[in-house]
Every structure is written in structure tokens, then in C-alpha cells.
T-cell receptor, first 114, second 111 residues
Framework: GAVVSQHPSWVICKSGTSVKIECRSL??????MFWYRQFPKQSLMLMATSNEGSKATYEQGVEKDKFLINHASLTLSTLTVTSAHPEDSSFYICSAKGEGEKLFFGSGTQLSVL | GQNIDQPTEMTATEGAIVQINCTYQ??????LFWYQQHAGEAPTFLSYNVLDGLEEKGRFSSFLSRSKGYSYLLLKELQMKDSASYLCAVREKTGGFKTIFGAGTRLFVKA
């Protein structure tokens, strides 16, 4: 089946620094990837839709200047959390649409901002 | 916009059957998914319904009624490993396609 690799699995950073999270589709091409955020014991909140070769589409309430998304190739999308603050601490998960309309998810990134 | 409702928690006994309901309101409906998520892990795909009716896949079945905005996930012969969160998700077409998740139902399977 389709595999989506997400890196890093966890990251701890100081407040004010930027963190980049990578999402790769390993055995299929993904023109569209999605970035979700999940707080403990809550569901996935769609942050943005990442489109290869064009600007990402952000959901209402998500700051595009804070959460920079780049989808430079058919297999790679990156999410950069700029000037991270403790309230940005969360579990970030990417996904890509694969065969049969299924979403295949990366393993997620636990971000902790000190 | 969209609104997806499912129960917060359910408890069932090993070997039993449990039904997890999901109601939704959305424009541009383009399919309904069920995903399983164990704590600290990424969701995994369980089922996809785009037409009305029942889809059966092993111990899991999923039902959809588009006119009622209603779906359920049926889990048979429950096993302890089925303890997880079950996420109902609706794919909608509004310009592009996007999948919106419900809050999830935490299922506890007891011996």
C-alpha cells in the first residue's frame, strides 16, 4: 500500500525558533497533501491543503505566515512553523490522497515548544 | 461549512458487536470515511462509502444514508486491540477536495 513518511517524529525547540516538518509520499505521487493538527484527545483539524506547484489553501483561522507550506515536488510537502511559541505545541500530521480516495497518513510529528 | 457529530466514548465487551454512529451536515458531499486511530499514532483507513448502503469488510462494516446525513461503523467480534478512537470523516468538494474529521469516538473494549 501507499506509504507516507513524515519527519521528524518529535522535536523540541525554544520559543521563537522555526521548525520544518517534511512529508514524503514514498511510492506514489501526490499532487495534493493535507496538513492536520491534533490536540490531545481531540480529532484532526485540517490546517491547509498543499498543492504541488502552487500556493497552499489555508483553512479559516490558520495563519499562513506562521505555518508556511511548500509543495515543491510531487512527493514532498513541508510545513514550517515560524517563530514557534508554546501554544504551537501539538501533534502535526500530514496526509496524501492515494488509491481509491483513501488518505494515507504520515506517522505524525510531536512538536514541543519550550 | 460542515458539522460532524459522533459519540465521545463507548464501552463494549470483548466478543460483542458495537455500532458507532455519525451524522453530518455538509455541502458538496463526496464520500464518507472511517478511520481508526490508536493513541499516539496516525489514523489508518477502515472504510469508504460514497453510495447509500452497507459495505462489509471482514469484522468491520460501514453504512451510509446520504439523504439522512448518517453513517455508522459496525464492529463485530470485538477484540481488545479494537480499543481505539474511531474517526468519521467527510470528503467534500468546495472548489477543491478536502476531508474533514469528526471529533472521534473513543471505544473501550473490556474483557
Amino acid at each position: 500500500g501507499a506509504v507516507v513518511s513524515q519527519h521528524p517524529s518529535w522535536v523540541i525547540c525554544k520559543s521563537g525558533t522555526s521548525v520544518k516538518i517534511e512529508c514524503r509520499s514514498l511510492d506514489f505521487q501526490a499532487t495534493t497533501m493535507f496538513w492536520y493538527r491534533q490536540f490531545p484527545k481531540q480529532s484532526l483539524m485540517l490546517m491547509a491543503t498543499s498543492n504541488e506547484g502552487s500556493k497552499a489553501t489555508y483553512e479559516q483561522g490558520v495563519e499562513k505566515d506562521k505555518f508556511l507550506i511548500n509543495h515543491a515536488s510531487l512527493t514532498l510537502s513541508t510545513l514550517t512553523v515560524t517563530s514557534a511559541h508554546p501554544e504551537d505545541s501539538s501533534f502535526y500530521i500530514c496526509s496524501a490522497k492515494g488509491e481509491g480516495e483513501k488518505l494515507f497518513f504520515g506517522s505524525g510529528t510531536q512538536l514541543s515548544v519550550l | 461549512g460542515q458539522n460532524i457529530d459522533q459519540p465521545t466514548e463507548m464501552t463494549a465487551t470483548e466478543g460483542a458487536i458495537v455500532q458507532i454512529n455519525c451524522t453530518y451536515q455538509t455541502s458538496g458531499f463526496n464520500g464518507l470515511f472511517w478511520y481508526q486511530q490508536h493513541a499516539g499514532e496516525a489514523p489508518t483507513f477502515l472504510s469508504y462509502n460514497v453510495l447509500d448502503g452497507l459495505e462489509e469488510k471482514g469484522r468491520f462494516s460501514s453504512f451510509l444514508s446520504r439523504s439522512k446525513g448518517y453513517s455508522y461503523l459496525l464492529l463485530k467480534e470485538l477484540q481488545m486491540k479494537d480499543s481505539a478512537s474511531y474517526l468519521c470523516a467527510v470528503r467534500e468538494k468546495t472548489g477543491g477536495f478536502k476531508t474533514i474529521f469528526g471529533a472521534g469516538t473513543r471505544l473501550f473494549v473490556k474483557a
